[in-house]
């Protein structure tokens, strides 16, 4: 059974950083296209950084690029989702995912984890 589970959501000021880990079970992990995607209150998801993890480079959406960087662990089954420059912009619950074809697109994804809360605020 695939299993996909957030860790690492919590509060932070502004300017601050937060690394976020989604562990995946239930998938053949190097063969796969995980991502995260987030939910701001108010606003529509929104996708942010897929990897593929048999190779080749991270994608980044322009709401992540040059702050965050997602990475993944094969022997631990984690991929991580390192955010720095927090911004109150920011505050959303937090998704882990898995796509197919290996795209940021929302039709993409077809697995979600049940995400983590992830606040902005001074």
């Known amino acids: 059974q695939v299993q996909l589970v957030e860790s690492g959501g919590g509060s932070v000021q502004p300017g601050g950083s937060l690394r976020l880990s989604c562990l995946v079970s239930g998938y053949t992990f190097s063969s796969t296209c995980l991502g995260w995607y987030r939910k701001p209150p108010g606003k529509d998801r929104e996708g942010l950084a897929r990897?593929?993890?048999?190779?080749?480079?991270?994608y980044y959406a322009n709401a992540a690029k040059d702050r965050f960087t997602i990475s993944q662990d094969n022997a631990k089954h984690t991929l991580d989702l390192q955010m720095s420059s927090l911004t109150p912009e920011d505050t959303a619950v937090y998704y882990c995912v898995v796509l197919n074809p290996c795209s940021l697109s929302l039709a993409s994804v077809t697995q979600w984890g049940q995400g983590t809360q992830v606040t902005v605020s001074s």
């Open positions: 990897i593929s993890l048999g190779g080749g480079r991270p």
